[in-house]
């Protein structure tokens, strides 16, 4: 596709219950990112997946998220039990390469804004 | 960890007056980017740095980076409504694995 596309645009759920946010980086790109952005707030980084290596999870606030990347495409992020607090909008990136490269820039989705009721 | 920091966190100014936002990283970068977030947008890059010193114009758009490359700045000369949103600098993480995003700056224009 011609940029980043995340599914759903919007999504309310009940506390306690699953939910999964869907992203499809723009293709040929190796590298994808999860943010999440509380309202009014900065950038808070959630996991990086980088081909085929071992993605990096540590900005994982629990054991509650989780996210996998298929076929080193589209990836889905994963909240269970959700509670309010989780509440905010989830950005997806992608990029040719990793940030350490020259020339590489992130191209971010239009979000998911989740809320928890 | 590292860390990357900007300010000021928000900044009103008179459409027509100048604009200046900070960014420090606690460990030297190899390459800073900047990106803009209209309100209810997604962030959009904005341009890169990579040399030492380095200054790049984009129209009323004027980006520094730092000699030690731990710093950077952004300054909007004469500044219009549509400059309205928050500007981010980021920079390579740990290992040059994911960016790290400074908090942000946003920037209110009153016409």
């Known amino acids: 596709g011609a940029g980043v596309s995340q599914s759903p645009s919007n999504k309310v759920t009940e506390k306690g219950k699953d939910v999964e946010l869907r992203c499809d980086p723009i293709?040929?790109?190796?590298?994808l990112y999860w943010y999440r952005q509380s309202l009014g707030q900065g950038l808070e980084f959630l996991i990086y997946f980088q081909g085929n290596s071992a993605p990096d999870k540590s900005g994982l606030p629990s054991d509650r998220f989780s996210a996998e990347r298929t076929g080193g495409s589209v990836s889905t992020l994963t909240i269970q039990r959700t509670q309010q607090e989780d509440s905010a909008v989830y950005l997806c990136a992608s990029s040719v390469q990793a940030p350490r490269t020259v020339n590489t820039e992130a191209f971010f989705g239009q979000g998911t804004r989740l809320t928890v009721v | 960890g590292q860390q990357v920091m900007q300010i000021p966190q928000y900044q009103h100014v008179q459409e027509g007056e100048d604009f200046t936002t900070y960014c420090n990283s606690s460990t030297t970068l190899s390459n800073i980017q900047w990106y803009k977030q209209r309100p209810g947008g997604h962030p959009v890059f904005l341009i890169q740095?990579?040399?030492?010193?380095e200054v790049k114009k984009q129209k009323r758009l004027t980006f520094q980076f730092g000699e030690a490359k731990k710093n950077s700045s952004l300054h909007i000369t004469a500044t219009q409504t549509t400059d309205v949103g928050t500007y981010f600098c980021a920079g390579p993480g740990n290992y040059g694995q994911n960016f790290v995003f400074g908090p942000g700056t946003r920037l209110s224009v009153l016409p």
């Open positions: 740095l990579v040399k030492s010193g």
């Open positions: 293709s040929g790109h190796t590298a």
